[in-house]
């Protein structure tokens, strides 16, 4: 096992809290899905601008509350819909990066989809600078996140990817791929969920007979889309499903926080 890295998966529709952070293990596929408990076609909230609000709300509960900053962003937005703008978007990114860089590390980076929309897994390298580094520098990274960065990120995904504000992000995601006319109108959110099973079955017995990179490309052949289509990987990545990252060995956007610092 890798003990230099760690993921921590940031979702784009739900609550803000961080989900759980663990060292890399053996199987690409971390990212998980929608809970098949969740009730279908919930929605977090009847439209963009109502989930501001909440947002807003809930921002004097939080552990780590938004900056002043961020807050001017999503109010912002109230006056076009709910609708946080690409410009706004790119600046609570920069916004997020010098945080971090105050901090005393190199500046965080991400995964790129089409139109410049951002991963939403942060994976860090500490290059050898041990667990305790590692988990610091992570820990400081999503304070920098949930201040200047994690609710304008979400809303901005929202309004491309999931307008219907499904809860369930596998939804949402499917949804997207029916909008862009990228599969059949009959298919669904549980469709995907089984997909997406047979796809890691098929990736965990392929690694005797093929190289791993081999073998995940092939396991990708069981979707009823194109998985590396620009446009699927669109919806994947605006549904808080950051699939550049999911492959064998990708070091796409993987930040090192000591990195061309005096740390």
């Given at each position: 096992?890798?003990t230099?890295?760690?993921?921590?998966?940031?979702?784009a529709?739900?609550?803000?809290?961080?989900?759980?952070?663990?060292?890399?293990?053996?199987?690409p596929q971390?990212?998980?899905?929608?809970?098949?408990?969740?009730?279908?076609?919930?929605?977090?909230?009847?439209?963009?601008?109502?989930?501001?609000?909440?947002?807003?709300?809930?921002?004097?509960?939080?552990?780590?509350?938004?900056?002043?900053k961020?807050?001017?962003?999503?109010?912002r937005?109230?006056d076009?819909?709910?609708?946080?703008?690409?410009t706004?978007?790119?600046?609570?990114?920069?916004?997020?990066?010098?945080?971090?860089i105050?901090?005393?590390?190199?500046?965080?980076?991400?995964?790129?989809?089409?139109?410049?929309?951002?991963?939403?897994?942060?994976?860090?390298?500490?290059?050898?600078?041990?667990?305790?580094?590692?988990h610091k520098a992570?820990?400081?990274?999503?304070?920098?996140?949930?201040?200047?960065?994690?609710?304008?990120?979400?809303?901005?995904?929202?309004?491309?990817?999931?307008?219907?504000?499904?809860?369930?992000?596998?939804?949402?995601?499917v949804?997207?791929?029916?909008r862009?006319?990228l599969?059949?109108?009959?298919?669904?959110?549980?469709?995907?969920?089984?997909e997406?099973?047979?796809?890691?079955?098929?990736?965990?017995?392929?690694?005797?007979?093929?190289?791993?990179?081999?073998?995940?490309?092939?396991?990708?052949e069981?979707?009823?889309?194109?998985?590396?289509?620009?446009?699927?990987?669109?919806?994947f990545?605006?549904?808080?499903?950051d699939?550049k990252?999911?492959?064998?060995?990708?070091?796409?956007?993987?930040?090192h926080?000591?990195?061309?610092?005096?740390q």
């Amino acid at each position: 096992m890798n003990t230099k890295r760690l993921y921590c998966a940031v979702l784009a529709a739900g609550l803000l809290i961080l989900t759980g952070c663990g060292t890399v293990n053996a199987s690409p596929q971390h990212a998980p899905t929608g809970s098949s408990t969740e009730v279908a076609s919930a929605k977090i909230a009847s439209s963009l601008s109502e989930r501001i609000q909440n947002l807003l709300a809930m921002n004097d509960t939080m552990a780590q509350p938004m900056s002043e900053k961020q807050i001017a962003i999503l109010k912002r937005a109230l006056d076009h819909d709910g609708k946080v703008s690409k410009t706004d978007y790119d600046q609570a990114w920069s916004n997020y990066q010098q945080c971090v860089i105050d901090k005393g590390y190199a500046a965080p980076t991400s995964t790129i989809y089409s139109d410049g929309i951002r991963g939403s897994t942060t994976v860090t390298d500490a290059d050898d600078r041990g667990e305790d580094a590692l988990h610091k520098a992570q820990d400081d990274s999503d304070a920098c996140r949930l201040s200047e960065y994690q609710s304008v990120d979400e809303m901005y995904r929202l309004s491309l990817g999931n307008p219907q504000l499904y809860a369930d992000r596998d939804e949402g995601f499917v949804d997207c791929l029916k909008r862009k006319e990228l599969v059949d109108p009959s298919y669904t959110a549980q469709q995907f969920k089984k997909e997406f099973e047979q796809s890691g079955e098929e990736y965990s017995a392929n690694p005797e007979q093929y190289p791993p990179k081999e073998a995940w490309q092939k396991s990708q052949e069981v979707y009823s889309f194109d998985f590396y289509d620009s446009q699927v990987q669109y919806c994947f990545a605006t549904n808080g499903h950051d699939v550049k990252t999911w492959a064998p060995e990708s070091d796409e956007g993987v930040w090192h926080p000591f990195r061309n610092n005096n740390q």
